[in-house]
């Protein structure tokens, strides 16, 4: 004891400090002796201070302190604190052993917190994230796993052992391949629908949030795995289920429809008046039926993701005059204007041409079919930042805004007498939703009742780099043998029926060996094959037919009620049709394919479509097949999809001009031979006269395409003849 009365004043004053704080405090000395052991302390570890200061620090009799005291007391020992837990008669003690410094001896001190609260707290809380039915499992800042919950363990089939406290890669855990996985979520959630196989089939949504402190600093991230596995699989077998009933309902229609359409076209012989319009109702009706099935399977193949987007450049000002064409018939005779507005410099959005025509042809048939009293459609497009918006405007009975909210969920209606009385499923909207989302825009609508509605749409500008990839138009010249594969007798029947009508001779098959012996003995132009043959598959006969030498070059026609455009392509069908089958399509399609394997191809490179479609006409009535590109770049990805005998070229031309093809087309090994006219308007660029040399033929614009016709006709035969 301090022996001078100020030392003695401070020394009590410090011991009274010792005795009231609240931590248990203990003081070694370098020889391990215990110098200091406050009232908390001996509370705490049951011990007496007479009993243990001045004795060797083994006294205490808790081996996991005195372990780390031992090690701190090491002259060359670490010199950060360390923390153990200890349990004393059912406390929970956090003991921290720090080293300090003894007249330049290392010693130690010992601070003991009495922590039961804070773990029965913790417990608490871990007792409750066990007993959730989601996964989840803890990263710290290093991407340290800090915990895993039961059921986190057995979704995901976890070892924690393998894990638990030890760096690791959300996606690794979850076997997903790196380039599937996840950011850290340093700054926002991220939702991934995640399929495991091992140990059993799951379907999880896994979601990954970052933990942020009060200020907002980043303390690692905890995933979140929610198994829907039985919710999405109902969600699939019902979209199966809707699948092959509509695929069912769709064999007899083809018939019924094909067949009303036979009588009406005058095909079973003269029918009188009342007969006409009985069978126009049954006819109306049949169509509303396909439409419906139609509708059915777009949302089943949109939610089961099995459709195909075939994204490219469009010129949405064709689109809408297009879409217009189409319904000015209707527009005339229900009294309806309609008004197109797009402007010159509008620039190409990506889409599916097909799909975003369906899209636009749905909002424009609402907008005549829900305008009773006539009035004008506007259909407007416009730039709109880094989106092309298309608006459809009209003036009919408009939509009140708690029903707008809901108008694009499937089947969903506006209830009123005058809707009900229009009719309709209440799918189109929600069809148009989903396709639009695909394509990454956005729909929307502004209406009030009574008042007219604007539905809109917006799709991404289409990039520098997206290139429409042309395909190739048949000649004009039609006729020979096209051999006809069905089950279905009347279908075939009916597809024979269309076809002779275009002048040509049919032979039909009904089963896979009879398809392919007549496809041998008759070596037909075109076959045309349904694949859901009763001898086997039609797939498999396509295969062979692409096997056998003699049948490998005819081109086949897939037509089908299921959806298996990709499988048919890779297999080597030239093209894909849809049942119930839509005559004129089928007949165009195999004038196509006749006209294609029978002629040499040109192809025409040009960006004044005016000019393309002139010689288009031309040279197809000459019995060429043409390809039609409208700038450099889609001339060399049709170049890249067939060997045309000939190309024409225009010089001037955006994204890729006529110089650049000449180079690269005479360059490249694969197409140096094929000959290319040039086609030039008034100058040309003299410091690439050189590349100008390496075409074969120049052409001054302006010309007649029908001369131009010839002097391909010419050349090409002047080639063919030996020299
Ligand atoms: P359907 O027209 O077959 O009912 P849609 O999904 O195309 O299905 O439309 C859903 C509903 O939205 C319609 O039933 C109608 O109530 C409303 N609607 C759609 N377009 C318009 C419009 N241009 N004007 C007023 N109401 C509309």
Redesign the pocket.
């Given at each position: 004891m301090p022996q001078n009365a100020d030392e003695r004043r401070s020394f009590l004053h410090v011991r009274a400090l010792m005795a009231t704080t609240g931590e248990g405090l203990v003081a070694i000395g370098p020889d391990g002796d215990i110098r200091v052991f406050n009232e908390t302390a001996e509370e705490m570890l049951g011990k007496n201070r007479g009993e243990v200061v001045g004795k060797l620090y083994t006294v205490l009799e808790q081996p996991k302190i005195e372990a780390v005291i031992e090690h701190l007391l090491r002259p060359r020992a670490h010199k950060e604190p360390r923390i153990v837990r200890v349990m004393v008669d059912e406390r929970v003690l956090s003991a921290t052993v720090a080293p300090y410094d003894c007249s330049g001896s290392r010693a130690a001190v010992v601070t003991i917190r009495d922590d039961s609260a804070l773990e029965s707290y913790r417990r608490r809380a871990e007792a409750i994230l066990a007993s959730t039915g989601d996964g989840l499992i803890v990263f710290d800042p290093e991407d340290i796993v800090t915990y895993m919950n039961p059921a986190a363990i057995t979704l995901a089939g976890l070892n924690p052992k393998q894990f638990l406290g030890k760096r690791s890669h959300l996606w690794q855990m979850l076997s997903m391949t790196p380039e599937d996985s996840f950011d850290p979520p340093v700054d926002g959630s991220q939702v991934r629908e995640v399929r495991l196989e091992d140990p059993e089939h799951r379907i999880l949504d896994v979601r990954t949030d970052p933990v942020l402190d009060e200020s907002g600093g980043y303390l690692g991230f905890v995933a979140t795995l929610h198994d829907v596995t039985a919710e999405r699989d109902v969600g699939q077998m019902k979209n199966e289920f809707v699948s092959t009933v509509s695929h069912e309902l769709r064999t007899p229609l083809t018939s019924i429809k094909g067949y009303i359409d036979l009588i009406l076209d005058g095909e079973a012989g003269e029918i009188n008046e009342i007969q006409r319009e009985f069978l126009s109702i049954v006819k109306q009706n049949s169509d509303r039926l396909v439409e419906l099935i139609n509708d059915m399977l777009d949302i089943s193949r949109i939610e089961s993701g099995r459709i195909h987007l075939k994204i490219q450049p469009l010129e949405m000002a064709d689109l809408i005059a297009g879409a217009v064409d189409t319904f000015q018939a209707v527009a005339d005779q229900s009294g309806h204007k309609i008004i197109a507005k797009a402007p010159m410099d509008l620039p190409k959005a990506a889409g599916d041409r097909d799909r975003v025509g369906q899209v636009l042809m749905?909002?424009m048939?609402?907008?005549i079919?829900?305008?009773p009293e006539g009035g004008s459609v506007t259909v407007a497009a416009k730039a709109d930042g880094d989106m092309v918006t298309v608006s459809?405007s009209?003036q009919?009975?408009?939509?009140a805004k708690d029903?707008q909210a809901k108008?694009?969920t499937k089947f969903?209606?506006?209830d009123?007498s005058l809707?009900r009385e229009?009719?309709?499923?209440?799918?189109?909207?929600?069809?148009?939703k989903s396709i639009i989302d695909l394509l990454g825009g956005k729909v929307g609508?502004k209406?009030s009742a009574g008042k007219?509605?604007t539905?809109w749409f917006s799709l991404p500008m289409a990039s520098q780099n997206l290139v429409r990839t042309p395909g190739l138009e048949g000649s004009g010249v039609a006729g020979g043998t096209v051999l006809v594969v069905d089950r279905d007798p009347e279908i075939a029947n009916l597809v024979e029926t269309y076809l002779v009508k275009q002048g040509y001779d049919v032979v039909k098959a009904h089963t896979a060996d009879e398809a392919m012996q007549k496809a041998i003995e008759a070596h037909p132009r075109v076959i045309t094959l349904d694949v859901m043959l009763n001898d086997g598959d039609g797939f498999d006969l396509l295969q062979r037919l692409k096997d056998q030498p003699e049948t490998a070059e005819i081109p086949v026609l897939v037509l089908s009620i299921v959806c298996d455009e990709g499988r048919s392509c890779r297999l080597g069908a030239s093209e894909y049709l849809e049942k119930p089958i839509n005559k004129d399509r089928l007949t165009q399609i195999v004038d196509n394919l006749v006209g294609s394997v029978s002629s040499p191809v040109v192809l025409v490179v040009d960006d004044d479509r005016n000019i393309v479609d002139l010689l288009c006409r031309n040279l197809k009535a000459k019995g060429f097949s043409v390809l039609a590109a409208y700038d450099g770049a889609e001339a060399m990805a049709a170049l890249r999809k067939q060997h045309p005998d000939l190309i024409l070229l225009d010089l001037q031309m955006p994204v890729m001009d006529g110089y650049q093809v000449i180079e690269r087309v005479k360059t490249d090994p694969t197409t140096k031979d094929i000959p290319i006219v040039v086609m030039t308007a008034h100058q040309i660029d003299r410091s690439r006269i050189d590349i100008l040399g390496l075409a074969n033929q120049r052409v001054d614009k302006p010309f007649s395409a029908e001369d131009l016709a010839r002097k391909v006709e010419a050349l090409l035969q002047n080639m063919e003849a030996p020299e």
């Open positions: 749905n909002f048939s609402n907008a079919k829900y305008s459809i009209d009919g009975i408009g939509i029903d108008l694009f969903y209606r506006v009123s809707t229009i009719g309709g499923t209440g799918l189109g909207l929600s069809i148009c609508v209406s007219g509605s539905f």
